[in-house]
């Protein structure tokens, strides 16, 4: 069974400009999550889709941070325009959305992001 | 609010020698535990988990981890670490948020 893919691995930008991750999750499972990792500190959520409707988006920065998952299945994460706080590298899990808060969740390799 | 906080930032073990990675966590309820374990360049994999029934759990690789209610605890053991198992650590918790909170991670180096 594929994992969860993630491109591009590695994007740097220079600050002010915008960037777009892509995130293909394994087959069939409805939920899929956004998370930030900053450098030294543990993944922290930016949002959770179910199917193609947003479930939590509380800790996305809306006004710079957008995503989406309009078929349900693969989504992409965008950052409009990009700050130097910016650098981390972006997670995406996904989980079969049947077993709710025991949801494993099964993680991408990431896209490490650099804002110069 | 639900949180977790993994003490050591960074622990050295000789191979061979256990280990016991330290994971305390806040929440008011019986919460939902996961070990999770990161390699360089690699996402999370999970390790094992704890949701209710036997405190000891047993997970990949043969590590475990005991849930300890009075000391709000969930601490990832492994009786003899190997070369492979260098890489970051994280404890998280799934409490009345409704998310996984992660701790911060504690990086494990093996020494040869």
């Known amino acids: 069974e594929a994992g969860v893919a993630q491109s591009p691995r590695y994007k740097i930008i220079e600050k002010r400009q915008s960037v777009a991750f892509w995130c293909n999750p394994i087959?069939?499972?409805?939920?899929l999550y956004w998370y930030q990792q900053i450098l030294g500190q543990g993944p922290k959520l930016l949002i959770q889709?179910?199917?193609?409707?947003?479930?939590?988006d509380s800790q996305l920065p809306k006004d710079r941070f957008s995503a989406e998952r309009l078929k349900g299945v693969d989504s992409t994460l965008k950052i409009q325009p990009a700050k130097l706080e910016d650098s981390a590298v972006y997670l995406c899990?996904?989980?079969?959305?049947?077993?709710?808060?025991?949801?494993?969740?099964?993680f991408g390799p990431g896209t490490r992001l650099t804002v110069l | 609010a639900q949180s977790v906080t993994q003490p050591d930032i960074h622990i050295t073990v000789s191979e061979g020698a256990s280990l016991e990675l330290r994971c305390n966590y806040s929440?008011?309820?019986?919460?939902?535990l996961f070990w999770y374990v990161q390699s360089p360049g690699q996402g999370l994999q999970l390790l094992l988990k704890?949701?209710?029934?036997?405190?000891l759990v047993q997970g990949i690789k043969g590590f475990e981890a005991e849930f300890k209610r009075s000391q709000s605890s969930f601490n990832l053991r492994k009786p003899s670490v190997h070369w492979s198992d260098a890489a970051e650590y994280f404890c998280a918790v799934v409490g009345s948020a409704r998310q996984l909170t992660f701790g911060s991670g504690t990086q494990l180096t093996v020494l040869p």
């Open positions: 929440y008011g309820a019986t919460p939902y």
């Open positions: 899990a996904s989980s079969s959305g049947t077993r709710g808060l025991k949801d494993t969740q099964y």
């Open positions: 704890y949701f209710s029934g036997d405190t």
């Open positions: 889709f179910q199917n193609n409707g947003v479930v939590d």
């Open positions: 087959s069939g499972h409805a939920t």
